[in-house]
Nanobody, 122 residues
Framework: QVQLVESGGGLVQAGGSLRLSCAAS????????MGWFRQAPGKEREFVATINWSGGYTYYADSVKGRFTISRDNAKNAVYLQMNSLKPEDTAVYYCAAGPTTAWGTREYDYWGQGTQVTVSS
């Protein structure tokens, strides 16, 4: 069982940066792949980034590639999403998720956090 709690969201101007954190409970955190997803009002939840258990493999959605960076610290049971050059279209609730393997489908993840709001003003 893994419990996930996101933090770090907020209001930022276009071009700014935010760093999201996801704190995980459970002794098996290091064995899970982690993902970040986001959901804007009226839209489906979409994939943002994923990282494997060791941090040696990452994959990004085209919409955030080159601007966002996913990382993890297994000693701290945490995963991060550094978001730079933010755009108004990045506005959404951001969720972290844990699953057995890196994937971009929501069904591939077993555990989800409650989400943190990111709002980018133009």
């Amino acid at each position: 069982q893994v419990q996930l709690v996101e933090s770090g969201g907020g209001l930022v101007q276009a071009g700014g940066s935010l760093r999201l954190s996801c704190a995980a409970s459970g002794r098996t955190f290091g064995s899970y792949a982690m993902g970040w997803f986001r959901q804007a009002p009226g839209k489906e939840r979409e994939f943002v980034a994923t990282i494997n258990w060791s941090g040696g493999y990452t994959y990004y959605a085209d919409s955030v590639k080159g601007r966002f960076t996913i990382s993890r610290d297994n000693a701290k049971n945490a995963v991060y999403l550094q978001m730079n050059s933010l755009k108004p279209e990045d506005t959404a609730v951001y969720y972290c998720a844990a699953g057995p393997t890196t994937a971009w489908g929501t069904r591939e993840y077993d555990y989800w956090g409650q989400g943190t709001q990111v709002t980018v003003s133009s």
